[in-house]
Antibody, heavy 121, light 112 residues
Framework: EVQLVESGGGLVQPGGSLRLSCTAS????????MDWVRQAPGKGLEWVGR??????????QYAASVKGRFTMSRDDSKNSLYLQMNSLKTEDTAMYYC????????????WGQGTLVTVSS | DIVMTQTPLSLSVTPGQPASISCKSS???????????LYWYLQKSGQPPQLLIY???NRFSGVPDRFSGSGTGTDFTLKISRVEAEDVGVYYC?????????FGPGTKVDIK
Protein backbone atom coordinates (compact mmCIF):
# COMPACT_ATOMS: atom_id res chain seq x y z
CA GLU A 1 0.00 0.00 0.00
CA VAL A 2 1.30 3.42 -0.98
CA GLN A 3 1.75 5.71 2.01
CA LEU A 4 2.98 9.28 2.17
CA VAL A 5 3.39 10.86 5.59
CA GLU A 6 4.22 14.56 5.90
CA SER A 7 5.72 16.24 8.93
CA GLY A 8 7.38 19.48 9.93
CA GLY A 9 4.49 21.90 9.74
CA GLY A 10 3.78 24.48 12.39
CA LEU A 11 3.55 28.15 13.24
CA VAL A 12 6.27 30.42 11.89
CA GLN A 13 6.64 34.20 11.70
CA PRO A 14 6.72 36.04 8.38
CA GLY A 15 10.22 35.95 6.98
CA GLY A 16 10.97 32.70 8.77
CA SER A 17 11.87 29.26 7.49
CA LEU A 18 10.47 25.77 7.80
CA ARG A 19 11.44 22.38 6.41
CA LEU A 20 8.76 19.87 5.57
CA SER A 21 9.45 16.18 5.25
CA CYS A 22 7.55 13.41 3.51
CA THR A 23 8.25 9.77 4.23
CA ALA A 24 7.19 7.35 1.53
CA SER A 25 6.47 3.65 1.81
CA UNK A 26 4.89 0.90 -0.22
CA UNK A 27 6.73 1.77 -3.43
CA UNK A 28 10.20 2.51 -4.80
CA UNK A 29 10.60 6.25 -4.37
CA UNK A 30 13.46 6.55 -6.88
CA UNK A 31 11.15 5.44 -9.70
CA UNK A 32 8.68 8.28 -9.24
CA UNK A 33 8.30 11.97 -9.88
CA MET A 34 7.01 13.67 -6.74
CA ASP A 35 5.13 16.94 -6.28
CA TRP A 36 4.05 19.21 -3.46
CA VAL A 37 0.56 20.70 -3.61
CA ARG A 38 -0.88 23.15 -1.09
CA GLN A 39 -4.32 24.27 -0.03
CA ALA A 40 -4.95 27.49 1.86
CA PRO A 41 -7.68 27.23 4.51
CA GLY A 42 -11.07 27.00 2.82
CA LYS A 43 -9.53 27.43 -0.63
CA GLY A 44 -8.66 25.34 -3.67
CA LEU A 45 -5.56 23.41 -4.64
CA GLU A 46 -2.31 24.97 -5.81
CA TRP A 47 0.64 23.10 -7.29
CA VAL A 48 3.89 24.10 -5.57
CA GLY A 49 6.71 22.17 -7.17
CA ARG A 50 8.03 18.95 -8.65
CA UNK A 51 11.12 16.80 -8.50
CA UNK A 52 11.78 14.25 -11.20
CA UNK A 53 13.01 10.73 -10.51
CA UNK A 54 16.49 9.25 -10.52
CA UNK A 55 16.31 8.37 -14.23
CA UNK A 56 15.61 12.02 -15.04
CA UNK A 57 18.30 13.39 -12.73
CA UNK A 58 16.14 14.70 -9.90
CA UNK A 59 15.45 18.02 -11.59
CA UNK A 60 13.09 20.45 -9.91
CA GLN A 61 10.58 23.02 -11.04
CA TYR A 62 8.48 25.44 -9.00
CA ALA A 63 5.39 27.56 -9.12
CA ALA A 64 6.07 31.23 -9.76
CA SER A 65 4.64 32.10 -6.34
CA VAL A 66 7.37 30.15 -4.50
CA LYS A 67 10.30 30.18 -6.93
CA GLY A 68 13.46 31.43 -5.29
CA ARG A 69 12.07 30.84 -1.80
CA PHE A 70 11.22 27.12 -1.75
CA THR A 71 13.55 24.24 -2.53
CA MET A 72 12.61 20.61 -3.03
CA SER A 73 15.04 17.79 -2.37
CA ARG A 74 14.88 14.08 -1.87
CA ASP A 75 16.87 11.24 -0.35
CA ASP A 76 15.67 8.03 -1.93
CA SER A 77 17.89 5.97 0.40
CA LYS A 78 15.77 7.28 3.26
CA ASN A 79 12.52 7.12 1.31
CA SER A 80 12.13 10.82 1.97
CA LEU A 81 11.16 14.01 0.20
CA TYR A 82 11.76 17.50 1.58
CA LEU A 83 10.48 21.01 1.05
CA GLN A 84 12.67 23.81 2.40
CA MET A 85 10.62 26.97 2.71
CA ASN A 86 12.41 30.29 3.28
CA SER A 87 11.25 33.90 3.44
CA LEU A 88 7.77 32.72 4.33
CA LYS A 89 4.83 35.02 3.76
CA THR A 90 1.38 35.04 5.31
CA GLU A 91 -0.01 33.86 1.97
CA ASP A 92 2.02 30.65 2.30
CA THR A 93 -0.32 29.56 5.08
CA ALA A 94 -1.78 26.27 3.87
CA MET A 95 -1.99 22.54 4.21
CA TYR A 96 0.94 21.10 2.30
CA TYR A 97 0.45 17.75 0.60
CA CYS A 98 3.18 15.43 -0.58
CA UNK A 99 2.01 13.66 -3.73
CA UNK A 100 3.19 10.94 -6.06
CA UNK A 101 2.95 10.58 -9.80
CA UNK A 102 2.33 7.16 -11.29
CA UNK A 103 5.40 5.52 -12.81
CA UNK A 104 5.69 6.88 -16.33
CA UNK A 105 2.60 9.00 -15.81
CA UNK A 106 1.90 12.69 -15.65
CA UNK A 107 -0.83 13.22 -13.10
CA UNK A 108 -1.02 12.66 -9.36
CA UNK A 109 -2.24 9.31 -8.08
CA UNK A 110 -1.49 9.41 -4.36
CA TRP A 111 -1.65 12.08 -1.66
CA GLY A 112 -0.40 12.25 1.89
CA GLN A 113 -2.62 13.50 4.72
CA GLY A 114 -0.87 16.85 4.69
CA THR A 115 0.95 19.04 7.18
CA LEU A 116 -0.32 22.48 8.16
CA VAL A 117 1.92 25.53 7.85
CA THR A 118 0.76 28.75 9.47
CA VAL A 119 2.68 31.94 8.81
CA SER A 120 1.64 34.60 11.26
CA SER A 121 3.10 37.12 13.66
CA ASP B 1 -0.65 28.85 -17.38
CA ILE B 2 -3.64 26.74 -18.36
CA VAL B 3 -6.80 27.99 -16.69
CA MET B 4 -9.34 25.41 -15.53
CA THR B 5 -12.98 26.27 -14.92
CA GLN B 6 -15.77 24.15 -13.50
CA THR B 7 -19.55 24.35 -13.52
CA PRO B 8 -21.55 24.29 -11.42
CA LEU B 9 -19.65 25.38 -8.32
CA SER B 10 -22.18 23.67 -6.11
CA LEU B 11 -24.63 20.87 -6.61
CA SER B 12 -27.29 19.38 -4.36
CA VAL B 13 -28.39 15.91 -5.41
CA THR B 14 -31.06 13.47 -4.29
CA PRO B 15 -29.58 10.04 -3.45
CA GLY B 16 -29.97 7.68 -6.37
CA GLN B 17 -30.15 10.49 -8.89
CA PRO B 18 -27.41 11.29 -11.44
CA ALA B 19 -25.02 14.21 -11.23
CA SER B 20 -22.76 15.85 -13.78
CA ILE B 21 -19.86 18.29 -13.45
CA SER B 22 -18.29 20.17 -16.34
CA CYS B 23 -14.64 21.17 -16.57
CA LYS B 24 -13.15 23.37 -19.27
CA SER B 25 -9.52 24.20 -19.97
CA SER B 26 -8.15 27.34 -21.62
CA UNK B 27 -6.22 25.21 -24.11
CA UNK B 28 -6.36 21.68 -25.41
CA UNK B 29 -5.07 19.04 -22.99
CA UNK B 30 -4.20 16.65 -25.83
CA UNK B 31 -0.54 15.73 -25.82
CA UNK B 32 1.33 15.10 -29.05
CA UNK B 33 1.71 11.45 -28.02
CA UNK B 34 -2.04 11.06 -28.10
CA UNK B 35 -3.02 11.11 -24.43
CA UNK B 36 -5.18 13.79 -22.85
CA UNK B 37 -4.05 14.82 -19.39
CA LEU B 38 -7.21 15.58 -17.46
CA TYR B 39 -7.72 14.17 -13.96
CA TRP B 40 -10.65 14.21 -11.51
CA TYR B 41 -10.33 14.17 -7.73
CA LEU B 42 -12.75 14.06 -4.83
CA GLN B 43 -11.87 15.74 -1.55
CA LYS B 44 -14.03 14.66 1.33
CA SER B 45 -14.25 16.83 4.41
CA GLY B 46 -11.00 16.84 6.39
CA GLN B 47 -9.24 14.53 3.96
CA PRO B 48 -6.74 14.91 1.15
CA PRO B 49 -7.99 14.65 -2.42
CA GLN B 50 -8.37 11.14 -3.81
CA LEU B 51 -7.98 10.21 -7.45
CA LEU B 52 -11.16 9.17 -9.24
CA ILE B 53 -10.44 9.43 -12.96
CA TYR B 54 -7.17 9.76 -14.88
CA UNK B 55 -6.56 10.73 -18.50
CA UNK B 56 -10.19 11.77 -19.03
CA UNK B 57 -11.98 8.46 -18.71
CA ASN B 58 -9.98 5.86 -16.80
CA ARG B 59 -11.28 4.94 -13.36
CA PHE B 60 -8.56 4.61 -10.74
CA SER B 61 -8.22 1.41 -8.75
CA GLY B 62 -11.13 0.89 -6.38
CA VAL B 63 -13.31 3.67 -7.77
CA PRO B 64 -16.93 2.56 -8.17
CA ASP B 65 -18.23 2.22 -11.70
CA ARG B 66 -20.95 4.79 -11.04
CA PHE B 67 -18.22 7.36 -11.72
CA SER B 68 -17.35 8.02 -15.34
CA GLY B 69 -15.38 10.65 -17.22
CA SER B 70 -15.59 11.85 -20.79
CA GLY B 71 -14.54 14.67 -23.06
CA THR B 72 -11.95 15.80 -25.54
CA GLY B 73 -9.69 18.77 -26.12
CA THR B 74 -10.90 21.46 -23.77
CA ASP B 75 -14.29 20.19 -22.58
CA PHE B 76 -14.68 17.44 -20.03
CA THR B 77 -17.41 15.93 -17.87
CA LEU B 78 -17.54 13.84 -14.73
CA LYS B 79 -20.74 11.89 -14.26
CA ILE B 80 -22.07 10.03 -11.26
CA SER B 81 -24.79 7.67 -12.42
CA ARG B 82 -26.48 7.32 -9.02
CA VAL B 83 -25.25 9.54 -6.23
CA GLU B 84 -24.70 7.96 -2.84
CA ALA B 85 -24.24 9.64 0.53
CA GLU B 86 -20.52 8.83 0.51
CA ASP B 87 -20.04 10.88 -2.68
CA VAL B 88 -20.38 14.23 -0.88
CA GLY B 89 -17.37 16.52 -1.00
CA VAL B 90 -15.58 18.82 -3.39
CA TYR B 91 -14.70 17.60 -6.87
CA TYR B 92 -11.68 19.05 -8.66
CA CYS B 93 -10.46 18.67 -12.19
CA UNK B 94 -6.75 19.06 -12.85
CA UNK B 95 -4.64 19.37 -15.97
CA UNK B 96 -1.24 17.70 -16.06
CA UNK B 97 -0.34 18.48 -19.65
CA UNK B 98 2.15 21.12 -18.62
CA UNK B 99 3.63 22.73 -15.55
CA UNK B 100 2.35 24.33 -13.49
CA UNK B 101 -0.36 21.75 -12.94
CA UNK B 102 -3.56 23.70 -12.47
CA PHE B 103 -6.84 22.83 -10.81
CA GLY B 104 -10.40 23.89 -11.31
CA PRO B 105 -12.03 25.87 -8.47
CA GLY B 106 -13.90 22.84 -7.26
CA THR B 107 -17.55 21.74 -7.29
CA LYS B 108 -19.13 21.14 -3.91
CA VAL B 109 -21.59 18.26 -3.99
CA ASP B 110 -24.00 17.61 -1.16
CA ILE B 111 -27.07 15.51 -0.59
CA LYS B 112 -30.59 16.92 -0.57
Amino acid sequence: EVQLVESGGGLVQPGGSLRLSCTASGFTLSDHYMDWVRQAPGKGLEWVGRTTNKADSYTTQYAASVKGRFTMSRDDSKNSLYLQMNSLKTEDTAMYYCTRRPYGGRGIDSWGQGTLVTVSS
Amino acid sequence: DIVMTQTPLSLSVTPGQPASISCKSSQSLLHSAGKTYLYWYLQKSGQPPQLLIYEVSNRFSGVPDRFSGSGTGTDFTLKISRVEAEDVGVYYCMQSLQLPFTFGPGTKVDIK
